[in-house]
Structures are given as C-alpha cells and as structure tokens.
C-alpha cells in the first residue's frame, strides 16, 4: 500500500511517500525549483517521490494532506473579524490566494497529480505529532510539538503508544511561542521563518537584558509552561509586520534594518527571547511529564529546531530520552501525515524496538548514479579524477588536513533542513580561520554563524559533553571541559562579535562563543561513506570531528544535483568538489560562462 503525504501553501512545502509503512523517500520543493523555502504545490517532490518507487499516482492507495485549510480559513476570518477594520490591508492582501487556491486542495491535489483516488486532511499539530512520534524508536512516549500556527493551535502535547496519537491539550492563537520568537527574529532584522536560527546563533554575544521586559510585559507566562502574549505589542494577527508601535517603544527604536550592522543591542535581545524559549519549553516538558508519566518525549514543530532548548531538556533528565524529527519544520507535516494515514486512519501495527528510528538517517531524497554524474561532467567538458573509495576517503582526508573546503556530494538527498553528510561542506574543525573562511568565501553568510560539527558516533563522548548519539544535529553541548581554552584577562573584556576569533578549543572552528556545538554523530551503519571519511580522517590526522555545513549559499537551498553542486562549487571560493566517485580541483576548471557574483549580491568586501 502507498500514501503520499503533502505539506504545502505556508513554507516548505514537501511530498513524502510511505510503503507498507515504511518511509521511501521525501523531499522539499524548494530542492527541485531552488527557490528557498518554497511554498508552493510540491509537484516537482511529489513527482521524485513516486519516480523513486517506480509507481504512477494511480498506484496510490490515499493522498494526505498536512493541515485543515477550512479550519484555517476560519481563524483567518475570526481574526481579522475581531480586529476590524484595522486588518483591511492584510485581509485584502490574503484573500485572492485562498479563494483562487487554498480552498480547493482536494482539487488541486487531484489536478496536479493527475489523481483521482482518495484524499484526507489532517490537523497541523496532528501532522506534527505524528512525524515526532510514529518515525521515534519508542513503543510509547510523550508527544510535545510547538511552531507559529496550525489552525488554530501553536503548541500541544499528547501521548503516542504503539501504533496511535492522542492530542491531550494544546495553545491557541494568537498566542504562540513561535510567533514571539519570529516577532524577535523580524525587530532583530532578520527574515521570518527562515532567520530565527541567526537569532539563536546570535544569542551567546548577548547579554539576558530583557528577560524581565519580555516577561513582565510580553508574555503571562504559567508554571505549567502554558502563557497568554500581550497582543497589544504585536502586529501579526491584523497587520503586516510582527511587532506594533508599542513594541517598538518598549525596546526604544524601530526594527534592525536588514543587512545593517549589528550592534549589542540585537546580540542582547537575541540572548533574551533564546532564554525566555528555553524557560517555556522546559517548564512545558515538566508539566507533560507530570501529565503523560511516560518516559520518552517525540518533538516535531518549528520550535523543536531550536537545538539549544532540545539540550536543555535532555540535560535537566525530564525524560529518560528525547526523540526530535529532523524535518521538525513543515516540511515534515508530509511525513507525519502519510504515517498518520497508514497507522492511524488504516489502524496499521507499528513494531519499535527501543533504540533504532524509522527515518532512515533522513536520508530520504534522490540520489544520482556514477554514470549520470559521469554524463554530466563529460558533456560539459569539465575536469576531474576518478577515484576508488579507498583513494577517495584517503585524498579527501588529506585535503581537509591541509585546510582545504570541500563539497562533498554522495548518496541520497537529506529531508530537513540539515545538510547531514550527503549534501556537505567540510572543512578541518582544528583550523582557527576555518570558521571566517567558510562563513565569508564559502556561504557568503554573517560572520558570527556557527557551524556544526560531525564526529563518529562511537567518539562523541572524547570531544563533547554528550552520552548518546545525535545524528540530525538537533542537540546542542558543551564542549569536553579538557578541550577548552580559557579565556585570559583581556579576551574576557571583549563584548559582543569582538569574541568571534578567540580561539575556545582545540577544535575552534566548530566550538561556538559560550563552548557548546550543535552535534552531529555519524553512524557507521546510516552513513557508511561518511564515517569511513572520518574514521580515515582520525587515523591519518589525530581527529574524529569535522565541519559540516550545508552545501550551498545564502538565500539558496541545499544543493540537490550534480548540476546544483557544480555551480555552487564554482561561484564560491571552496577549493575541491566530490562528486560521488570523481574528484574536481578548482585549479583545473574554467570559469563558468553564466557567472554570479555573491560579494555584490551580499554586499560583502
């Protein structure tokens, strides 16, 4: 039996197929159009998804779809009915789309993929939930999911057992976690929904000078992590922007404007909305463990992103483990919809063993044979060596050794917004420069972004202050106290981006200003290739851990194809390419005719 799950509409939208109830493949639109975040209908991922299975929409059993658009529509209305007249402009601006479009998704679902069969919807959160717990290793566990909003709901929690959800309690709009992290995200100048992990990078140059300001007068926020926000200072239920003119005065100016300099203020109120977050999530993990009495917790939903609040609840050992699926954003509701559909609306058996998830390493997108990578660089004539694996894990090691970039490009697609070893750049986590030099030459990004790294996941414990595995890069940890590198007399009187190239660890390029990492443990069994780089990159060189970061630039999506892979390669200053098998030297390639010049398009020096 085969269900295809979709997402679509607000950001991310993706396509996921389930067989049997086993997870093929997934992917994000965005991959296949290259436009970031791309909302649209997932035609071109739907079309991969059943291409991988060799199968025609005809051979679909059910289509399930992420979220109730008629639930959602109705909030719409009800919200700018309560505020009216004063939402005419954004009301104005909404309707067109819905009457023309998100009305009609069983239509439009139908018409797009050429389908006539079944179609069902289930709630956001319910999609959320599902994606966190049915993919989980637990036979039961309890459920916490939190993003901007669903329908009408921006946080819940429940309890997942064997093969059923069950959504016990949730906050409604317009009061949201989610909301008031992205207020910060936009007073801060970043972009909503796609700049809120600046905020968290951000957060350890500031100070937590806000908090009480947030508390006292943002946010009514409860024991039991259930809050009401001040909707007085907030502008997104009936306006355009986040924040409102009272926000604006009670944080003394207008928003940051994008691309301008940073100052410690924004440092500041970054270091404070993350406090404030992790404060929530934690006194909502207590009251679901008091409520639920399990002893795991799933987490999915955009908040379950923020990797910092994930090690802060595994730290305080609320729960005996945690469990975050790593398409946590939308993107996800299309997994957590077709498995919804085949173990709840099929009543289908789920077998979980305690220790292994179903997700495959997330390693769920398409993947590219030698002969098509051979075919495209020998029909554009470009240079390259053919390498054994032995060679290959070998050379590349070397390379990274002696402070080279490297696009490294193998296997399947990840699903989620982390790069995980299959669509990476990777540098030496040892070098003091590599961390400017990646964020400058390679992606083109803010200087003050961190990057992770991945080690073998049997050495995680001999670098960071970690005792399990974290193979999607959703936790966060202190660097191994042995490693660190104190700060002298003068480096501590340095604020804000001055601590930027004050070397912390013996792994500088990957240790964040406070001494955490976002971690990445690579598993021999998941990712045979990539462990196999590191474990000869420990052996010839001294050291299990890497940089990993995303293949491509700022403001475009990870990389998806030879093609993709190649361009990116060529308009940034990384100094080798691995395409599956095949080794490119930037020395050995022409210039690209259709050149794009980034230093302009990102007003970099």
């Avoid at 295809?4 to 965005?30: F, N, P, R, T």
């Avoid at 018409?111 to 599902?130: P, Q």
């Avoid at 030496?428 to 590599?434: E, G, Q, V």
């Avoid at 443990?521 to 851990?545: D, I, M, Q, R, W």
């Amino acid at each position: 039996m085969y269900i295809l799950g979709i997402s679509a509409y607000y950001h991310d939208s993706a396509a996921c197929l389930v067989k049997d109830g086993e997870i093929i493949s997934a992917a994000q639109e965005e991959r296949f159009s290259r436009k970031k975040h791309d909302s649209s209908f997932p035609g071109n991922a739907a079309k991969y998804c059943l291409q991988y299975a060799k199968i025609s929409a005809e051979d679909l059993e059910l289509v399930a779809f992420y979220d109730k658009p008629f639930l959602k529509f109705e909030r719409i209305l009800e919200s700018y009915l309560a505020y009216a007249p004063r939402g005419i402009k954004s009301f104005v601006k909404a309707m067109p789309l819905w009457i023309k479009q998100k009305l009609w998704i069983k239509e439009v679902i139908k018409k797009e993929l050429n389908y006539e069969g079944k179609v069902i919807f289930t709630e956001h959160h319910e999609s959320h939930a599902a994606s966190a717990f049915f993919p989980s290793p637990f036979k039961e566990a309890a459920i916490l999911t939190a993003d901007g909003v669903g329908e009408w709901t921006t946080s819940s929690f429940g309890i997942g057992e064997n093969n059923r959800i069950e959504i016990l309690g949730d906050i409604k709009f317009p009061h949201s976690l989610g909301l008031l992290y992205s207020a910060f995200t936009y007073y801060t100048g970043f972009k909503v929904n796609s700049g809120e992990y600046k905020v968290m990078g951000l957060a350890p140059y500031g100070e937590p000078k806000y908090v009480d300001v947030i508390i006292d007068k943002l946010i009514d926020l409860k024991e039991d992590g259930s809050f009401k926000l001040n909707m007085e200072y907030f502008n997104y239920v009936a306006g355009l922007t986040m924040t409102g003119k009272k926000f604006n005065e009670l944080f003394g100016g207008p928003p940051r404007k994008p691309e301008s300099k940073l100052t410690q203020k924004e440092m500041d109120l970054a270091r404070s909305v993350q406090e404030v977050t992790e404060e929530i999530m934690l006194r909502m993990s207590r009251f679901v463990k008091k409520e639920t009495g399990k002893k795991y917790l799933c987490l999915a939903g955009g908040v379950a992103l923020n990797c910092v609040a994930n090690g802060k609840i595994l730290r305080e050992g609320i729960f005996d483990d945690i469990w975050i699926q790593p398409a946590a954003g939308d993107a996800g509701g299309a997994l957590g919809a077709a498995l919804f559909a085949w173990h709840q609306y099929f009543g289908n058996k789920r077998e979980a063993d305690g220790k292994n998830d179903f997700q495959k390493g997330s390693y769920l997108g398409p993947e590219f044979t030698e002969d098509e990578i051979k075919k495209f660089l020998d029909e554009n004539e470009i240079e390259y060596k053919k390498l054994s694996e032995e060679q290959l894990t070998d050379v590349t090691a070397d390379l990274i050794a002696g402070e080279n970039v490297i696009g490294w490009f193998q296997g399947r697609m990840e699903f989620g917004p982390r790069a995980l070893g299959n669509r990476s750049i990777l540098g030496d986590a040892r070098s003091p420069k590599m961390q400017s030099k990646m964020n400058l030459k390679i992606k083109f990004r803010e200087s003050f972004r961190p990057f992770a790294p991945s080690v073998l996941e049997e050495k995680v414990s001999d670098y960071f202050e970690l005792d399990r595995p974290s193979p999607y890069m959703l936790l966060v940890a202190e660097i191994k106290r042995e490693r660190q590198i104190k700060m002298n007399e003068q480096s501590q009187k340095l604020f804000g981006i001055e601590k930027l190239n004050v070397p912390r660890s013996d792994i500088p390029a990957v240790t964040h200003v406070d001494y955490t990492a976002r971690i990445q443990t690579v598993n021999k069994e998941a990712n045979p290739l990539y462990h196999k780089l590191l474990s000869t990159f420990e052996k010839k060189h001294g050291s299990a851990v890497l940089v990993n970061t995303s293949f491509n630039v700022r403001g475009e999506p990870i990389v998806c194809t030879p093609e993709d892979a190649y361009k990116c390669f060529m308009r940034t200053e990384m100094d080798y390419l691995v395409l599956g098998p095949f080794l490119l030297d930037k020395k050995d390639q022409r210039p690209l005719e259709e050149d794009v010049d980034w230093r302009k398009i990102f007003a970099l020096d």
